[in-house]
């Protein structure tokens, strides 16, 4: 069974600065889908970027990007210039390839604080 | 265009009893989902609808059934609430359904937060 693994069960970062958070997936699949979520205070579950594994290129959305390592199946998200609205849980999370599963996998997450 | 709504935003039940969690989505979706999230956890599916008519178990489907009413419309009942079941509920949709294609990205309603004591 697939497994996601987020190893940093909180973080902080500084205002304006930049943070990385770290995923790692399981799986034996080599088409899938990797996706970061924010839950902030809300509890709204907020789609942040989506990488596709048949693509080399790093997904990017403004201000948040990722590092994508298919080999080392791992999926990190970074947060440039950190704003304060920034501050929620990021959850990782994999979906299995085309025609298959449609069930998204989360890690358990991480809670990213931001200090002025 | 709402997206995913959930009613209620809260409810407290007493062990034993039922109650129906409701999910609409208003975007033309073909698959919907049922997750629980417990603290310290990542939310886990409990039953998802691939295409109207159609239901399958998650992970966690015990204690739970679910009723794909049409397209827009997705239930979850506890017909006899467990404290265990005190949680977080999300339901959540997608474009993909038996079809496939590439919609895979999933959309999540507000939540409800369940207590049962």
């Known amino acids: 069974a697939q497994t996601v693994t987020q190893s940093q069960p909180e973080m902080s970062v500084q205002e304006a600065e930049t943070v990385t958070l770290s995923c790692t997936y399981d799986?034996?699949?080599?088409?899938?889908?990797l996706f970061w979520y924010k839950q902030p205070p809300s509890r709204q579950m907020i789609l942040v970027i989506r990488?596709?594994?048949?693509?080399?290129q790093n997904a990017t959305e403004n201000r948040f990007s990722v590092n994508f390592q298919k080999a080392a199946k791992s999926f990190s998200l970074k947060i440039s210039d950190s704003q304060l609205g920034d501050a929620a849980m990021y959850f990782c999370?994999?979906?299995?390839?085309?025609?298959?599963?449609?069930?998204?996998?989360f890690g358990k997450g991480t809670k990213l604080t931001v200090n002025p | 265009n709402a997206g995913v709504t959930q009613t209620p935003k809260f409810q407290v039940l007493k062990t034993g009893q039922s109650m129906t969690l409701q999910c609409a989505q208003d975007?033309?979706?073909?698959?919907m989902y049922w997750y629980r999230q417990d603290p310290g956890m990542g939310l886990r599916l409990i039953y998802y609808?691939?295409?109207?008519?159609?239901?399958d178990k998650g992970e966690v489907p015990n204690g739970y059934n679910v009723s794909r009413l049409n397209k827009r419309e997705f239930s979850l009942r506890l017909e006899s609430a467990a404290p265990s079941q005190t949680s977080v509920y999300f339901c959540?949709?997608?474009?993909?359904?038996?079809?496939?294609?590439?919609?895979?990205?999933?959309?999540f309603g507000p939540g409800t937060r369940l207590t049962v004591l």
């Open positions: 959540a949709s997608s474009e993909e359904g038996l079809a496939g294609g590439v919609r895979d990205t999933q959309y």
């Open positions: 799986t034996s699949e080599s088409d899938y889908y």
């Open positions: 990488q596709e594994a048949y693509k080399q």
């Open positions: 999370a994999y979906r299995g390839p085309q025609g298959g599963s449609e069930k998204l996998v």
């Open positions: 975007m033309n979706h073909n698959s």
């Open positions: 609808s691939a295409s109207e008519g159609t239901t």
